[in-house]
């Protein structure tokens, strides 16, 4: 028994419903079923990647992996999810009393998070009994494919704003509220300095940051009025001046400056609309005119890498960017061709060889080999192989329980800055490379690769 | 005190944490503790509306209402949100004190869900104490979005389909647990037939679909022990063809419809890659020519409205769409220029003049008037006129509680169809119409408009 405020404090640190057995499709279970009654639940392998690369990325960051262990631990069919199993007639009491036991107890072999993967190779393989590791496909893919697809639009972003600081405002228009929680921790991932999301703020440890709306000012009788209540409040705060005339702001908030003398601390002026590159010089001339040279300027409303490198390659006086929706949906690539695939049953490599979507059988190691402290090219390999380069997969969970402490969010940012370090520099531009970055699969896989195409065909 | 069981029960039934008060900007709580200081807490009025359509979409349909309205009325801060506020050291104890009892007091006008609604409208505004209608921006603005965004591309899908069955699998690539599960609900209202999804199916009683993916077909020893088992268990299923030689897949499906006689039920065959157009009617022209013609087809992977309009045009034998990523993203317009707008504090009008961003003061109406049962044009008016045509927004919460029963999701699915029969058939293509929909401002609006922007100015 817990006190219904401790079992809310619980529920309150993950937004979302940790370990929600319903959380899958019904095929998932018409197939458990099946196998159930088969008896057929010797180990599976699946592997996880994607399929192709969408044409605006160079790489994908690898993120998500954490919450998806989390998720794995703690999956469970409460009471309430078999009875509505068991009004959809469809399902066997054996079956849905195996279902109410169901604990996962499988392997997770995964590269860490952060970590910049391509086209083919497995971000995380699950080795399990084929009921458990098929049961979890639903909820793996769209865990794993919400964070790398943020984790990787964020480092772009990031990329673009060359070292200014980059703030995620997106949590009001992206996919909802388990999104814009984990996007947060994916953007941070990749090298966003603050989120404005306080969800994400408390669960994740991630700096949040956030000070005024339009609607501040226009709550108040005058501009004047609306900045100096808020500075009575927050000295040292961040003033947004396009409410009516950015201009008028500015000279209203120089004139404050001179009447508070010492007092006046304002850290920056945020610009929401209007030509950023003029405005944005124009007030930093009027500022430093003003002796203000200490308050930074920073730049919100409809950024994304493109923009910000257009405005920073134009001469915009900006320190910074507030970064929402294009980031947050991915504008350019909101979704990957990622894929769950079955590699392996009972100890046999398996793949499909329907047009176009063969998958690489067995389980699986990526090599990744480097010279003078920038990769060069990884193989995919069979998972026993040893050969020259870093082993990037890793196991993290066996039989369900999580190997070791997870890294904190800080570990998984400092090792994705450092991954993206050794990348070509090719890769590291805004636009598709000449040539992309090589990947190759061993000889051992290829090979073994024909011998399962053989015995099917 | 409730049993871990039932809270645990009671979470499992949202998938996502309901009335989750840290979900919002840190923004927003910085201008609270500001009112809080400044003792404003007088009515003010805020508008969701759409500055522009995305060029793909001929009208919006509102979706959400529902959701929102019970997040507004459980929206909590629980002891470890203050705790975490308390943390960033930016929060006085009295504003500390004043969150934890918060409770949301303001009433809301909204437009019925499934309805069509276009750039301007107001599709609900809320008329609360300043602190309570500025807090849910972030909420109010995130769970509208998602489901406006994903019922309006749903019901894209569905038209192209021409009456064919249309089913949801995009769960596992859309951004999220809880987009997957709204997007259910969404996809519903907007005419999709059923969904993969199992929470959403309990959560909102929506019918759920789906048989079995290529690692069933892969698990087994030969594709026809796995048709064979599949049928032991469900003799009334859809088949799966394509994971090896669809062919060869649909020769073994004759030979056991042969060998089985009367006991063959076998619902539907589903493709999954390949040449849609080409596979389908081959298949189609086999199953024919074996007896089996009430077998019917579905397609899946890949699929929007563009390609499932290109299938039909160009005579694939399909009878169903399993519709997955592209709808579960909407790809081409994965979110809108959607705003939450101050429009009116202490009874005075409010609006911002920042460039190409203006806004509709006051609390609005929309009238929708028709001709000949065909909608011919709205006009956004003050809330108090009277004009021709039906109002659209009604108050569907007052002091924080719903106003009656809330409408089934079948009622608004019926609503949704009946609203969209009565739009010009001109935007029910899927380009755009040669000439947008009239959208009108009342004389009275645009006189309230002149005369605060003239305050203002």
């Known amino acids: 028994m817990v006190t219904e405020t401790d079992s809310r404090k619980g529920e309150h640190s993950s937004a979302v419903w940790v370990g929600d057995g319903l959380f899958t499709d019904l095929y998932e279970l018409s197939m458990l079923q099946a196998y159930h009654a088969e008896g057929m639940n010797q180990e599976a392998v699946f592997s996880l990647s ?148 306080l969800r994400a703020g408390q669960r994740y440890g991630i700096p949040v940051a956030g000070t005024m709306a339009h609607s501040y000012v226009q709550a108040h009788a005058s501009e004047r009025a609306a900045f100096e ?31 508070m003398g010492t007092d006046f601390r304002v850290r920056a002026l945020r610009l929401d609309s209007g030509d950023l590159v003029a405005e944005s010089q124009r007030v930093r001339h009027r500022l430093d005119a003003a002796g203000l040279n200490s308050v930074q300027l920073m730049a919100s409303g409809g950024l994304d890498e493109h923009e910000i490198a257009r405005l920073l390659g134009a001469g915009a006086a900006l320190d910074g960017f507030g970064v929402g929706t294009s980031m947050g949906v991915s504008e350019d690539a909101p979704h990957l061709d990622i894929v769950y695939k079955l590699c392996a049953y009972a100890g046999v490599g398996r793949m499909k060889l329907s047009t176009g979507k063969t998958v690489l059988p067995g389980p699986k190691q990526i090599f990744r080999s480097d010279s003078g ?85």
């Open 50 to 197: 994607v399929r192709q690369l969408p044409p605006q990325r160079n790489y994908l960051i690898a993120c998500g992996l954490d919450t998806v262990l989390e998720h794995l631990q703690r999956l469970r069919f409460g009471d309430a999810d078999i009875a509505y199993l068991r009004s959809l007639g469809h399902f066997s009491e054996s079956f849905l009393d195996w279902l109410h036991h169901f604990r996962f107890r499988g392997r997770v072999r995964a590269v860490p998070e952060g970590t910049p993967v391509f086209a083919h190779e497995p971000i995380l393989e699950i080795e399990a009994p084929l009921p458990d590791a098929q049961l979890v496909e639903t909820l793996v893919m769209n865990q794993i494919q919400l964070q790398t697809v943020l984790a990787t639009k964020a480092e772009r972003v990031v990329r673009a704003a060359q070292g200014r600081r980059v703030l995620d405002f997106a949590a009001r228009r992206m996919h909802g509220i388990d999104a814009a929680v984990q996007g947060a921790r994916a953007f941070y991932v990749g090298g966003v300095d603050a989120t404005s999301n």
């Open 229 to 259: 209540a808020f500075l009575a409040t927050y000295p040292e705060t961040v003033l947004l001046v396009d409410t009516y005339d950015t201009h008028a702001a500015v000279d209203c908030i120089i004139d404050l400056a001179h009447t």
């Open 373 to 457: 402290g920038r990769d060069t090219h990884d193989t995919i390999a069979r998972a026993h192989e040893s050969l020259p380069g870093r082993p990037l997969l890793a196991t993290v969970m066996d039989d369900g329980r999580r190997l070791g402490e997870a890294p904190t969010l800080d570990t998984v940012r400092t090792h994705t800055q450092a991954a993206l370090a050794r990348l070509p520099s090719a890769l590291r531009g805004l636009s598709p490379p000449e040539a992309p970055y090589p990947v190759h699969v061993s000889a051992a896989l290829a090979a073994y690769r024909r011998d399962i195409a053989g015995n099917i065909a």
